[in-house]
């Protein structure tokens, strides 16, 4: 018989967090603990981590929904293998915890493969957050000089105008074949306003730019991804499309160049596996990037990640964000998320 409960986490930000959609300070998870009555010292440990603004889930019903998951936890294995829909984040809780308990035994290692056992990294870009200009030119300068080959600037927050300057700049001092560079928008223009921008961004070598408009706008979305002189990548767009049929249809309309993968909100491992099977006969490229998860839920993305191989930078780097993450064996060397296999996760700050 299976047993399963959970426990509400609130991680704190070193440094508030601004996208276009707001400023993140504080985020919730909520940690679900499975078991075995018949051994019931060993438990697998999940992250459920809905995202405020983006995942469908997350309303004042949210945890009466994990809760009546918990409850028919008998009958998990085979509601996971179809999907629980709208539930992005609870699938992917639910995925680590029975992985944890079934295949890792409690040791939160499903995959023994060269990452788990501290022989290669996983490459990552660096994550360029919004704020003032000089805010977002420091980090830039620090995550270069820690040798990062990629970083991911959010954009959309401030003067356009200041924006391409400083992009004009970082691209005169570091040309292509020594740094990548990757724009994320969050939906923070209009059509019109998108065209412009990437006509403006159509000489600086960009190598992607994420949601340049809203999600849920297919039509505008197709234009874009056929006119623009910056190849397009999907994030947002993603979310609480489900089904098989509908998946197809959004690739085959918008044809982007890239989709951006994030369990907690593309329907746990399960829901961006069927993406990228979908992907590659499309011929789109993909990524994986966290969803500002605690280490629990970056170590199930990491681990899952490592066994794809994607030789693209990922977008995992987030694991130093807050002051009272979960200890565990992730750390970052240069521009690689690594894993210690001699250093244990520590889960005394949820007891």
């Not at 990524?287 to 977008?315: F, H, Y």
């Not at 979960?326 to 970052?332: E, F, Q, T």
């Amino acid at each position: 018989m299976l047993k399963a409960d959970f426990k509400k986490y609130t991680l704190v930000f070193n440094t508030p967090a601004a996208t276009s959609r707001g400023v993140y300070s504080l985020r919730d998870s909520w940690f679900v603990f499975l078991r075995d009555t018949d051994q019931p010292e060993i438990c697998g440990v999940g992250e459920c981590a809905p995202l405020p603004s983006l995942s469908p889930e997350l309303d004042s019903q949210f945890e009466e929904k994990l809760a009546a998951c918990c409850r028919d936890i008998q009958h998990i294995s085979e509601r996971l293998a179809y999907g629980l829909e709208g539930l992005s984040s609870i699938q992917m809780g639910l995925e680590t915890a029975c992985r944890d308990l079934f295949v890792a035994k409690g040791t939160k290692r499903f995959i023994e493969n060269d990452f788990t056992a501290g022989q290669r990294g996983i490459p990552i870009n660096g994550l360029i957050w919004m704020g003032p200009l000089d805010f977002m030119q420091n980090q830039c300068r620090d995550k270069i000089q820690e040798g990062y080959g990629c970083i991911k600037i959010k954009i959309g927050a401030l003067d356009f105008s200041a924006e391409l300057a400083w992009l004009r700049e970082i691209r005169r001092q570091y040309p292509p074949d020594m740094l990548e560079i990757r724009l994320d928008a969050n939906g923070a223009f209009t059509l019109e306003e998108a065209k412009r921008i990437l006509h403006d961004l159509s000489d600086l070598t960009i190598h992607s730019i994420e949601q340049p408009i809203m999600a849920g706008q297919w039509q505008n979305m197709e234009i874009l991804s056929r006119e623009s002189p910056v190849p397009i990548a999907l994030d947002e767009e993603l979310i609480a499309v489900d089904s098989l049929e509908e998946k197809k249809m959004l690739l085959r309309k918008i044809q982007p160049a890239y989709i951006i993968l994030k369990p907690s909100l593309h329907g746990g491992f399960r829901g961006c596996e069927e993406w990228i099977d979908l992907a590659q006969k499309e011929n789109t490229g993909w990524w994986v990037t966290s969803a500002l998860e605690s280490n629990i839920g970056l170590n199930a993305i990491a681990q899952w990640t490592s066994s794809l191989n994607n030789p693209l930078p990922q977008g995992l780097g987030t694991g130093r964000l807050f002051t009272n993450n979960i200890p565990s064996p992730l750390y970052i060397e240069r521009d690689e998320l690594k894993f210690k296999n001699d250093r244990e996760f520590d889960l005394s700050p949820c007891p």
